[in-house]
Nanobody
Framework: QVQLVESGGGLVQPGGSLRLSCAASGSGFSIYAMAWARQAPGKQREFVATISSGGMTNYVDSVKGRFNISRDNAKNTVYLQMNSLKPEDTAVYYC????????WGKGTLVTVSS
């Protein structure tokens, strides 16, 4: 069993940056593929960034070149560095372990607005 707690969300102006963190408790963090997903109002949840247990990363096209996912297995933590934020990045961001049917955090709200 894995518990995930996100932090780092907030209000930021367009063009700004935020770093989200996800702290995992429980066993086996290092073996799980980890991901960040988001859900904007009225839209379906979508995966935006994934990182394998070996550190391979993948991004949805809309965030490529702006977002960076990383993990620190010693700290049981995964990060999402978000740069050049746009209003359309506004959403609740969720941390995920082990895929869609795995484990989810409760989310942290990111609002990009002037």
């Amino acid at each position: 069993q894995v518990q995930l707690v996100e932090s780092g969300g907030g209000l930021v102006q367009p063009g700004g940056s935020l770093r989200l963190s996800c702290a995992a408790s429980g066993s086996g963090f290092s073996i799980y593929a980890m991901a960040w997903a988001r859900q904007a109002p009225g839209k379906q949840r979508e995966f935006v960034a994934t990182i394998s247990s070996g550190g391979m990363t993948n991004y949805v096209d809309s965030v490529k070149g702006r977002f960076n996912i990383s993990r620190d297995n010693a700290k049981n933590t995964v990060y999402l560095q978000m740069n050049s934020l746009k209003p359309e990045d506004t959403a609740v961001y969720y941390c995920n372990a082990d895929g869609h049917y795995g484990y989810w955090g409760k989310g942290t709200l990111v609002t990009v607005s002037s």
